[in-house]
C-alpha cells in the first residue's frame, strides 16, 4: 500500500503561490536597489560637480545662476528618488509580510501531511504485525 496524502493538490498550488512571492519580494528589491543606486549616482555627479566648481568659473551672473539651477535640479532628483526609496522600502516589507504568511499556509500543510503520513505508517504497521500475529497463531495451534 501507497501513501496518498488528500491535500497533495492544494500544497502543490500553496508552493507555486509562495514561489511566486518570493519572485515578487525579488522584484520589489531590485527596484529599490536600483533606486539606491541611482541616488548614489546623483550624489556623486553634484559632490564631484560641486568640488569641480571653483571662484574662476564663475565669471558672470548668467554662470552662478546656471550653476544654482543645476544644482537645485540635483537635489529635487535626489529628493524624489528618497520618497521612490520609502516606497519601495514599504512595498519591500508588504510583500515579506505576503511571503511570510504564504509560508505559514505551506508549512501548515506539511505538518498536516507529515502527520498524515505518521499515522498511515502506524496504520500499516498495525495491519502488518496483525497478518504476523495471525500467521504465528496458526502454526502454534497445529
Request: net charge positive; aromatic share 4%.
Amino acid at each position: 500500500m501507497k501513501f496518498k496524502f488528500s491535500l497533495d493538490p492544494v500544497l502543490k498550488v500553496r508552493m507555486h503561490q509562495e514561489k511566486m512571492q518570493k519572485q515578487k519580494l525579488a522584484r520589489e528589491v531590485m527596484k529599490q536597489k536600483e533606486i539606491d543606486r541611482l541616488k548614489s549616482d546623483a550624489e556623486n555627479k553634484l559632490e564631484a560637480f560641486l568640488s569641480s566648481t571653483d571662484a574662476s568659473q564663475a565669471e558672470s551672473v548668467q554662470t552662478i545662476k546656471r550653476h544654482g539651477r543645476h544644482v537645485l535640479q540635483v537635489h529635487e532628483v535626489v529628493n524624489r528618488l528618497n520618497e521612490d526609496l520609502k516606497k519601495a522600502e514599504e512595498s519591500i516589507s508588504q510583500e515579506r509580510t505576503k511571503l511570510a504568511e504564504v509560508h505559514k499556509k505551506r508549512h501548515i500543510l506539511e505538518k498536516v501531511r507529515e502527520f498524515e503520513e505518521g499515522e498511515f505508517t502506524q496504520k500499516v504497521f498495525r495491519q502488518e504485525q496483525k497478518t504476523l500475529d495471525e500467521i504465528a497463531t496458526q502454526l502454534l495451534s497445529r
